[in-house]
Nanobody, 115 residues
Framework: QVQLVESGGGLVQPGGSLRLSCAASGTTFSRSFMEWHRQAPGKQHEWVAGINSDGTTVYVDAVRGRFTISRDNAKRTVYLQMNSLKPEDTAVYYC?????????WGQGTQVTVSS
């Protein structure tokens, strides 16, 4: 049974930083393509960043240069380091695993950027 558990969300002031974590179980993690997505109230679901099994990363333009996705295969965990946060980054952030072509989702963690 595949399980993805996100953590690290919270309330932060504009310009601040947060690091999200997503711990995976039940997957061939080291070979999985891992992604972060987000959903803000009243807005469309948005893909944020992805990381391949070889560590290659991709980002949506809105976060490139501020966010960094990384993975630790030994810990079966993917991270999203978020710096220079803006109010428009406020959303529920979801971790997604693509394991042998099958997508799995975590339950999400709330990130709120507000003064």
């Amino acid at each position: 049974q595949v399980q993805l558990v996100e953590s690290g969300g919270g309330l932060v002031q504009p310009g601040g930083s947060l690091r999200l974590s997503c711990a995976a179980s039940g997957t061939t993690f080291s070979r999985s393509f891992m992604e972060w997505h987000r959903q803000a109230p009243g807005k469309q679901h948005e893909w944020v960043a992805g990381i391949n099994s070889d560590g290659t990363t991709v980002y949506v333009d809105a976060v490139r240069g501020r966010f960094t996705i990384s993975r630790d295969n030994a810990k079966r965990t993917v991270y999203l380091q978020m710096n220079s946060l803006k109010p428009e980054d406020t959303a529920v952030y979801y971790c997604k695993s693509i394991d042998v072509g099958v997508p799995y989702w975590g339950q999400g963690t709330q990130v709120t950027v507000s003064s």
